[in-house]
């Protein structure tokens, strides 16, 4: 019988996960948004595929990229695109792209929740990846008509075996598909033309068990995650051993691929 874990929730430094001063804390640390765990991802995936899809819609135009961070993935479209605007509400994520100074890419900072700062009719097509839903009643009005959408938003079913395995330290699921019904409710709501979502699932293979901590961790202070080593990781390493095989510890991903048009 394995010990309780410890919960990082209860620590008085964390901070909730995608709220705007979680994005702060984030940009501040380490002034990108990527991942700090190693993996393995099987193919076909909703990244992949998304990635796929919006190279097919961006060549020529004048583009949006909705919650694009540091800038990583919209700069990977700079040499095919007649101009890309990438928008984010973390100003330290715009800065640093900005500081980039390539001449087809611009970086704003903005709140989806508000009016963009855009003219109607602005921009030929635009993505979201892993953004905010509420952009999609701006979406209707800053991108011409008959333009394309495409979206990646994460699942309701993310790594559900964690919580399993590692009880207190991973929180149960959510019953239902809150995530889906949102984003459905918000297609709807922006009159989209035309819209479909695809679900996409693929498994993920942790490699070692300081991943489990980074991923349960990711964007919290180093007090947070000193906690969780202190308190757990001799019974998370166990765990960890109990259940991985020769490729790391099996997780199931879950994403949400969304096409709409103006």
Not at 52 to 79: A, M, N, P, R, Y
Not at 184 to 211: C, G
Not at 235 to 252: C, Y
């Amino acid at each position: 019988m394995y010990s309780k874990l410890a919960n990082p929730k209860m620590h008085e430094d964390w901070v909730s996960p995608h709220s705007y001063g979680w994005y702060a804390q984030l940009a501040k640390s380490t002034g990108e948004y990527s991942y700090p765990w190693h993996c393995t991802q099987t193919e076909p995936n909703g990244e992949n595929m998304f990635t796929e899809e919006v190279s097919q819609i961006v060549e020529g135009k004048k583009v949006l990229d909705v919650g694009c961070g540091h800038g990583d993935f919209t700069i990977q479209w700079s040499s095919i695109v007649k101009q890309i605007v990438g928008i984010d509400v973390t100003n330290e994520f715009v800065v640093a792209g900005n500081n980039r100074n390539l001449s087809s890419v611009l970086f704003v900072t903005a709140n989806t929740r508000d009016r963009l700062p855009f003219e109607t009719d602005e921009f030929d097509c635009a993505y979201n990846r892993k953004g905010p839903t509420s952009v999609y009643s701006e979406l209707t009005r800053v991108v011409k008509k008959g333009g394309m959408i495409r979206s990646l938003h994460p699942g309701d079913r993310l790594s559900s075996e964690l919580s399993q395995w590692f009880p207190n330290l991973f929180e149960a699921l959510t019953k239902g598909t809150p995530v889906l019904n949102t984003i459905k409710s918000r297609l709807e709501q922006a009159m989209f033309t035309h819209f479909d979502i695809e679900k996409v699932d693929h498994i993920q293979y942790l490699h070692e068990p300081m991943d489990v901590v980074k991923l349960r961790c990711f964007g919290q202070s180093p007090s947070v995650h000193e906690m969780v080593i202190q308190q757990s990781m001799s019974e998370i390493e166990r765990i960890f051993e109990h259940h991985a095989n020769e490729q790391g510890l099996l997780t199931t991903l879950e994403n949400y691929v969304v096409r709409a048009m103006v």
